[in-house]
């Protein structure tokens, strides 16, 4: 499998496949990656580079910065697959094509089987993700709770059967950004779900 970025746009995603050793970033035309409806990009706002150990993303002097996993970055950052980009308005989900076994779900596999409860948290979880704004995470357990009046615990639950049935590991508010990439790449939710 190839190293590519998802980009998420009001369009939905893309694919673009990360050839070569440095692919720059901008709304600049003259970018291998070029954003141009992306008011608050700058022109030439970032770099991703290719090195033996993977990928890495530096910020170049842009003025709203470049954010990896909702933290803004300020020297070059080492990504993992399935880290979230944020440069300007636009998103970005690295997909290295290096991921050991059993840690994130092959691309273009089904979604798995989800009880009603599941995919209404899923819903909740990945309701904000397309709503506009910038830098935005996943919902909360508490934000998911309120919003089907269950308790916390229960919400709690749910996404840890969740990240069982899609192949998540790991620790932290990480893992709540990966699930909902998960799931919206696996259609286990769509965006007439979350309208």
Known sequence: MTAHLEMWGPAGVSMIPLGGDRITLGSSDSNDVAVPADRIMSRLHAVFEHYPAGWCVRDLGSRNGTFVNGRRIWQEHALADGDEIRAGASRFVLRSGRVPA?????????????????????VQLCRPLLDGALFTEPASSREIAAALVVTEAAVKQHLLRLYEKFGISGEGEKRRVRLANEAMARNAITRTDLG
């Not at 059993?102 to 596999?109: R, S």
């Open 102 to 122: 059993g840690q994130v779900t092959e691309a273009g596999a089904a979604p798995p089987e989800l009880t009603g409860r599941e995919r209404d948290v899923l």
